[in-house]
């Protein structure tokens, strides 16, 4: 992984309808953990393959079988039960976790995941973790007397997949803490918190934001103990590149140079002048190109289309550049 | 004393016909059912939530803003000018709205809730109030390609509610609702926030609240309490019971007491809730205080939303008798 302008995605790829059947069907006991299972690693394989047609660099297992990011966790750890359906936006639904008592970990929750991912790929796949912050944020609370107590304890939870992850081989693990940039107040909080996670790893670490104002953040996101900042900039004019200017910084970014959650392809030439704008803030070196967010609300010929893109203006670069 | 909701409610829930009306969406979406069978859909949700409002013991209700997506786009696609865009984080919630832009001068078309509210009226004898997002607001949470900047566009959405609460007025509505959360992210603004709020209300003849949430009012209590509204609706959970901002409430206005956590589902302890209201009854006439959750209810699940509605007029209930 030396070249510069490397290639990457989020986390989430749009799932094939014979999942969301096999998961609606898993849900009502029509079909067994095994079959369903077998359902998700063909997907999983699918999208791998998908990447690697593409050329992407850095890939992702695209999470066939996680639905919610918080729920999936939520769901693996302790503590934790789930509600009724509350609405995210438009028509969608789900079951938001409620901490009902001690939040720990109690056996290995993605690295079978993983692994079975890096064993279809010739490429590095990244290990992929909804951050403690979010995870606190985006439940329900019964049971913490505070949301420090509630945040620390999914941090060291979450910490101990990190090691797991490590100590199964991973090289590229991402962090995702997408609730971070909404309430700057508590932004020591996020940072007392990451610094368990990541506390010891040798591993290259990311985490992924999105939708929020990095401007009310300051610095607090660039001060997070990880190699890299995966960022959506696409939906928020590149206001990223603004805070890496005006707070230096050795971190890699990861750029969002087309948006998830539009139907719209954005062109070659338009990916072009997105990476060229953030090559004038950083070197080739430490800069990823990657889409806004999971692709996971889009269709999979939007999806391939959009990445087939990036892949095309990354390479039209760094033939222009000799890299 | 009476106990109120602050807008919207959880659109399904278990075991009713409202969860129909997530499927009517989606076929509605794939063009399998018409518009109109979309509306007489939305239309039997409503008057179930408005049954179940009246069933709890509420003495003013909501329509349940069924028919809305969120407060910015129901607004923003029924006024000239915006185009809707990509999808934004609401606040600091876990929930998102597909972001309004203004494209071009707006302007107010036609009366934008005021069928809602005729519909909603029919089905219910307790008065039922009707929410508006105000103009700062709106202007926040959207952006701008016309005007050169928010504020400017702000004005310009004041004028156009002032139209929209007029028509709500003489249309009988009892209560208009102004919703301004995000005047408590923006305290320095107050001096323009009461400017927009001036020419919003101007010759709207019913009665008018003003609601605030995901915050305090600590700072700004004396400017907000100034404004010529009949109402103020408090969130006294996010930064708690701010005790001091009321005592400075003004004797002759009526308080809207949020102090049921809409955005957590622990039920409050009837003790927990009761001393509150015991507590501000030493500063405002019990006959003045609304007792209400400090948000919209649909950060909650139907069900647990409907347990906190319970708990909350058991409170009320017997803190009346004890009063009287």
């Known amino acids: 992984m030396k070249q510069g302008l490397q290639t990457t995605a989020v986390g989430s790829y749009p799932k094939p309808d014979y999942i969301t059947k096999a998961r609606a069907k898993f849900a009502r006991n029509r079909i067994s953990k095994t079959e369903l299972k077998g359902l998700e690693e063909r997907a999983t394989k699918h999208w791998i393959d998908a990447q690697l047609d593409l050329g992407i660099d850095l890939l992702v297992d695209g999470e066939m079988y996680r639905g919610d990011m918080v729920t999936y966790f939520s769901e693996e750890l302790e503590g934790f039960a789930v509600s009724g359906l509350v609405r995210s936006y438009g028509n969608r639904y789900y079951r938001k976790p409620i901490a009902v008592g001690p939040v720990g970990r109690k056996a290995d929750i993605t690295v079978d995941w993983w692994k079975y991912a890096q064993s279809l790929s010739s490429k590095p796949?990244?290990?992929?973790?909804?951050?403690?912050?979010?995870?606190?944020?985006?439940?329900?609370?019964?049971?913490?007397?505070?949301?420090?107590?509630?945040?620390?304890?999914?941090?060291?939870?979450?910490?101990?997949?990190?090691?797991?992850?490590?100590?199964?081989?991973?090289?590229?693990?991402?962090?995702?803490?997408?609730?971070?940039?909404?309430?700057?107040?508590?932004?020591?909080?996020?940072?007392?918190?990451?610094?368990?996670?990541?506390?010891?790893?040798?591993?290259?670490?990311?985490?992924?934001?999105?939708?929020?104002?990095?401007?009310?953040?300051?610095?607090?996101?660039?001060?997070?103990?990880?190699?890299?900042?995966?960022?959506?900039?696409?939906?928020?004019?590149?206001?990223?590149?603004?805070?890496?200017?005006?707070?230096?910084?050795?971190?890699?970014?990861?750029?969002?140079?087309?948006?998830?959650?539009?139907?719209?392809?954005?062109?070659?030439?338009?990916?072009?002048?997105?990476?060229?704008?953030?090559?004038?803030?950083?070197?080739?070196?430490?800069?990823?190109?990657?889409?806004?967010?999971?692709?996971?609300?889009?269709?999979?010929?939007?999806?391939?289309?959009?990445?087939?893109?990036?892949?095309?203006?990354?390479?039209?670069?760094?033939?222009?550049?000799?890299? | 004393m009476y106990t109120t909701v602050i807008g919207n409610y959880p659109k399904i829930g278990p075991k009713t016909r409202a969860s129909s009306l997530r499927k009517a969406i989606t076929k509605y979406q794939l063009n399998e059912i018409t518009e109109s069978e979309l509306r007489q859909c939305e239309n039997e949700v409503t008057s179930e939530i408005i049954r179940e409002q009246e069933d709890i013991g509420l003495d003013i209700l909501t329509d349940g803003h069924i028919r809305w997506d969120d407060p910015q786009t129901f607004f923003a696609s029924r006024i000239h000018g915006f185009q809707i865009n990509g999808l934004i984080r609401y606040f600091d919630?876990?929930?998102?709205?597909?972001?309004?832009?203004?494209?071009?001068?707006?302007?107010?078309?036609?009366?934008?809730?005021?069928?809602?509210?005729?519909?909603?009226?029919?089905?219910?004898?307790?008065?039922?109030?009707?929410?508006?997002?105000g103009p700062f607001t709106l202007a926040k949470l959207c952006q701008s390609r016309y005007y050169k900047n928010v504020d400017s566009m702000a004005k310009d959405l004041a004028i156009i509610l002032n139209k929209e609460a007029i028509a709500l007025a003489e249309a009988g509505v009892p209560i208009i609702q102004f919703d301004e959360p995000a005047i408590l992210r923006h305290k320095d603004q107050i001096p323009l926030f009461s400017s927009l709020m001036s020419v919003l209300l101007e010759g709207v003849t019913t009665r008018k609240a003003l609601c605030t949430y995901f915050g305090g009012l600590s700072g700004i209590e004396d400017e907000i309490f100034d404004l010529p509204f009949d109402i103020f609706n408090l969130d006294l959970v996010t930064n708690g019971f701010d005790l001091d901002s009321l005592k400075k409430f003004p004797v002759d206005k009526s308080i809207g007491l949020g102090i049921i956590d809409a955005r957590n589902v622990k039920l409050e302890s009837v003790d927990e809730i009761q001393s509150n209201i015991y507590k501000t009854c030493q500063w405002v006439d019990p006959e003045k205080i609304q007792v209400s959750p400090n948000c919209g209810l649909e950060f909650l699940p139907r069900s647990n939303a409907r347990s906190k509605l319970r708990r909350m007029v058991q409170a009320v209930t017997s803190v009346k008798e004890m009063i009287s």
């Open chain 1, 125 to 323: 796949v990244k290990g992929m973790l909804t951050g403690p912050y979010t995870i606190a944020d985006w439940s329900f609370n019964e049971y913490y007397p505070t949301r420090e107590a509630f945040v620390m304890d999914a941090a060291r939870a979450i910490h101990e997949e990190v090691v797991a992850l490590e100590k199964a081989g991973c090289e590229y693990i991402q962090i995702d803490e997408p609730a971070i940039s909404v309430r700057p107040e508590e932004m020591d909080l996020v940072l007392k918190a990451f610094n368990v996670v990541t506390k010891g790893i040798n591993a290259f670490t990311i985490t992924h934001i999105c939708y929020g104002n990095f401007d009310s953040v300051g610095d607090g996101i660039l001060r997070l103990p990880v190699n890299m900042l995966d960022m959506e900039s696409v939906n928020s004019d590149f206001d990223v590149l603004e805070m890496f200017r005006r707070f230096p910084s050795d971190k890699h970014l990861s750029l969002g140079v087309v948006d998830s959650h539009n139907h719209r392809i954005e062109s070659e030439e338009e990916i072009i002048k997105s990476i060229r704008k953030a090559l004038e803030v950083l070197t080739p070196e430490k800069l990823f190109l990657d889409p806004d967010c999971g692709m996971k609300t889009r269709l999979e010929s939007e999806t391939l289309h959009k990445l087939k893109n990036i892949v095309g203006a990354v390479n039209a670069l760094r033939s222009e550049l000799g890299l």
């Open chain 2, 93 to 133: 919630t876990n929930t998102y709205y597909r972001q309004p832009v203004a494209i071009d001068k707006l302007e107010w078309i036609n009366p934008i809730s005021v069928n809602d509210y005729q519909f909603a009226e029919c089905c219910s004898d307790l008065p039922i109030k009707v929410v508006i997002t």
